[in-house]
């Protein structure tokens, strides 16, 4: 699956540089200065008449503290204000925070082909954001006819600057054929460049064509390595699948004390195949006692989650089982879902 449009304008801020003025400290440096230590009226005080005067630095910042609200009202229309201004002279920060804007409608109406028309702007003059951005409105179809191809030129552009989300979805149209001819050597060259950066979507895809042996020999105790990396990081996706290679002793001595542990974390974020796996090792007693009530409650969780395995699983189960152990059953199985996964045992 590829990664999606980045649209968090919190992180389009990702480049936003409230930085430390030194002793030589621009008047603008002076105000991004002040807002860094909190002093908001301060940073008002001397980012408005440099807004005011076309400071397309101050511009941005002053769009920033508007829609944060911080040191004065929330104020979407005047934030929106001071983006375009900074937008228009160029300023790719405040392009690619427009896009996004108009992609959401937050604070404008939402309009994809405006949308796209900002994060061109930013692209063109090189914001990896962007050109990420923009191949996913291309890939998606969104504001403009959907083209791989187009999205492809424009990844490829994010992704010779380092943008990781970039080289994974490169990965993914390689692995899957989308714009170019499949090519499992392209698909694990992008996802390894991705995924070094701990990208945890490269390191289990990248782990997949080790485990599968997709563009290189099967190596599952390289699908192992790659899918800890992900699931040190909380990747329920990795979790689970490290929680597997454990139970089926794949690329690792079998422990079923290790895939319980993986699966209950992968359980924890929703994961339904970790949920069911759960459920199967309750059922059977593997690596625990066996607890028929507990099998029933993590297949009753995952079927609840849309998983038309586990109700069958369910049922199954449930067979053995008399009608007040199903009711309590159903009741665990509310309590932990109730509780946020935080009163499962």
């Known amino acids: 699956m590829l990664e999606r449009i980045f649209c968090a304008l919190t992180t389009a801020m990702l480049v936003l540089s409230f930085g430390v003025g030194g002793v030589f400290a621009s008047p603008l440096e002076d105000g991004q200065a002040a807002f860094s230590r909190g002093d908001y009226q301060t940073a008002l005080r001397i980012l408005g008449p440099l807004a005011k005067r076309g400071d397309a630095g101050a511009q941005l910042d002053l769009g920033m503290i508007y829609h944060q609200g ?92 380092g943008f990781a989300a970039a080289q994974y979805n490169l990965g993914v149209m390689f692995e899957q054929g989308n714009g170019v001819a499949q090519d499992f050597n392209e698909a694990m060259k992008w996802y390894r460049l991705a995924a070094e950066q701990g990208f945890a979507n490269a390191q289990v895809n990248l782990g997949l064509l080790y485990a599968r042996g997709n563009g290189v020999s099967q190596d599952l105790q390289e699908a192992v390595r790659w899918y800890r990396l992900a699931a040190e990081r909380g ?8 929680g597997v290679m454990y139970h089926q002793g794949h690329g690792v001595a079998q422990d079923f004390n290790e895939a319980i542990k993986w699966y209950r974390l992968a359980a924890a974020q929703g994961e339904s195949h970790a949920q069911v796996a759960l459920g199967g090792m309750y059922a059977k007693g593997e690596g625990v006692t066996q607890d028929n009530l507990r099998g029933n409650m993590w297949f009753s969780i995952a079927a609840a989650h849309g998983d038309a395995g586990a109700g069958k699983d369910r049922d199954t189960l449930a067979t053995t089982m008399t009608a007040a152990q199903i009711a309590e059953a159903q009741a665990m199985a509310d309590k932990c879902q109730a509780s946020h996964y935080q009163q499962c045992d």
Do not use: C, H
Request: hydrophobic share 45%; glycine share 8%.
């Open 70 to 161: 911080v040191g004065v009202a929330r104020d979407l229309k005047q934030a929106m204000k001071w983006f375009r201004l900074a937008a228009t002279q160029g300023n790719t920060v405040a392009q690619l925070i427009l896009g996004v804007a108009y992609l959401q409608g937050d604070g404008v109406p939402q309009d994809f082909k405006e949308s796209t028309k900002w994060f061109r702007s930013a692209a063109a003059r090189g914001n990896p954001v962007a050109q990420f951005n923009l191949g996913s409105m291309n890939a998606e179809g969104k504001g403009v006819p959907q083209d791989f191809n187009e999205a492809m030129k424009w990844y490829r552009m994010a992704a010779a600057q």
């Open 235 to 242: 990747f329920a996706d990795a979790q689970f699948k490290l």
